[in-house]
């Protein structure tokens, strides 16, 4: 079954402790995207990665880092969470085709809470 | 000006009737389009995707896009309660692959 898989699905945390949320697709996507959802700001990307080694600032970067070492997964990580941090967090993947992104499947999200 | 907008709703309808949902983009160059439904605390889920101007029709759904007008729309016929969602409209950025958001327009179907 094609999925996107993320872990955990609900955190709740400290101000400064570092985090890191898993993203595992098994599609062979080249594309994938980390996004953050808050209330009446819709969906906003915070990284993204076109291929292996290759990754790029969304339109929220700040307090985040990821990784890209395996076309499988792309991993979140919050150096040192804040409270603005709070927010659900949903990971995606798409393919790359004829020169733009087909359907992007997204993971069941991560509800972060960081107080 | 954000480069994908929607109203943000509510829109309420009554079962049975059709739904239309709008969504602006300003970026010319963009050559796909996505239509999400999205429960609320779930992920987007795909409902239909256009690349050519013109309409393209799913079961219920029918998608529309006009580059001239760079509007895309979606239309929901007999509609249902349970099409009561937020409907996301994103648009492929062609520099970087990129999909832009709106922010959404959550729709009420009332039984």
């Known amino acids: 079954e094609a999925q996107v898989t993320q872990n955990p699905r609900y955190l709740i945390t400290v101000t400064g402790k570092k985090l890191t949320v898993t993203c595992s697709q098994n599609?062979?996507?080249?594309?994938m995207s980390w996004y953050r959802q808050d209330p009446g700001l819709g969906l906003r990307q915070i990284y993204y990665s076109m291929n292996v080694e290759v990754t790029d600032k969304g339109d929220v970067p700040e307090g985040y880092k990821v990784s890209r070492k395996e076309k499988r997964n792309f991993p979140l990580i919050l150096e040192s969470p804040s409270p603005n941090q709070t927010s659900l967090y949903f990971c995606?993947?798409?393919?790359?085709?004829?020169?733009?992104?087909?359907?992007?499947?997204f993971g069941q999200g991560t509800r972060l809470t960081v107080v | 000006q954000k480069e994908v907008e929607q109203n943000s709703g509510p829109l309420s309808v009554p079962e049975g009737a059709i739904a239309s949902l709008n969504c602006t983009y300003s970026d010319r160059g963009s050559q796909s389009f996505f239509w999400y439904r999205q429960y609320s605390g779930k992920s987007p889920e795909l409902i239909m995707f256009i690349y050519s101007n013109g309409d393209k029709e799913d079961g219920r759904f029918t998608a529309q896009l006009n580059k001239a007008s760079q509007y895309v729309s979606l239309l929901i016929r007999d509609s249902q309660p349970s099409d009561s969602a937020t409907y996301l409209c994103a648009v492929g950025r062609r520099s970087n692959y990129q999909l832009i958001w709106g922010a959404g327009t959550k729709l009420i179907i009332k039984p």
């Open positions: 599609m062979n996507h080249e594309y």
């Open positions: 995606a993947s798409s393919s790359q085709q004829g020169g733009g992104n087909t359907e992007a499947f």
